[in-house]
């Protein structure tokens, strides 16, 4: 299956309801082989009427993290655990997580990160690809309410830059 093939089956993907609200399927953005790949939970309201992952509020918190640690996101992939916004930006139902979690694992083999970051609870329950080091951290958007969770999503990206 080539790149083009996955996308395409992303795009036409039918496995769930969340396509049927959704203006596009949002891939990924970055370099397919990147060293670090992100992952979030869903699309949000913004990524898709774009279809690019991380470009809403907490999108320009995670670049700001980012900056702040010298890491440049042209370098690095990101994308979601779920490929199509969900009503209200509500949290995406296990059925929905199951529909697209083979599309992530397939990104992943794809493009053999070395790191690869999940952001936030839903993102942890993506299967591990053996080969790949996993690093668990808070969602953007929650390390932005909540003083705590800013800290630990600040330290997280502190020690990744280091690792880089």
């Not at 993506?126 to 800013?150: I, L, W």
């Not at 630990?152 to 502190?158: I, K, L, S, V």
Request: glycine share 6%.
């Amino acid at each position: 299956m080539t790149q083009e093939d996955l996308d395409r089956q992303i795009v036409n993907c039918r496995k769930c309801r969340l396509w049927q609200e959704a203006k596009h399927a949002v891939l990924g953005e970055g370099p397919q082989d990147a060293e670090v790949m992100l992952v979030g939970q869903n699309p949000g309201a913004e990524e898709d009427k774009a279809g690019r992952p991380f470009i809403g509020r907490a999108g320009k918190f995670l670049n700001k993290m980012l900056s702040a640690n010298g890491i440049d996101r042209e370098k690095i992939f990101v994308t979601n655990i779920v490929k199509h916004v969900t009503p209200q930006n509500r949290k995406p139902s296990a059925d929905e997580i199951e529909a697209c979690v083979p599309y992530l694992v397939e990104q992943i083999k794809r493009g053999k990160p070395r790191i690869v970051v999940l952001m936030g609870a839903v993102a942890w329950q993506a299967p591990r690809v053996e080969g790949v080091e996993y690093v668990e951290t808070v969602h953007p958007s929650a390390a932005m309410r909540f003083t705590k969770m800013r800290r630990r999503f600040e330290d997280d990206f502190a020690l990744l830059a280091k690792r880089l």
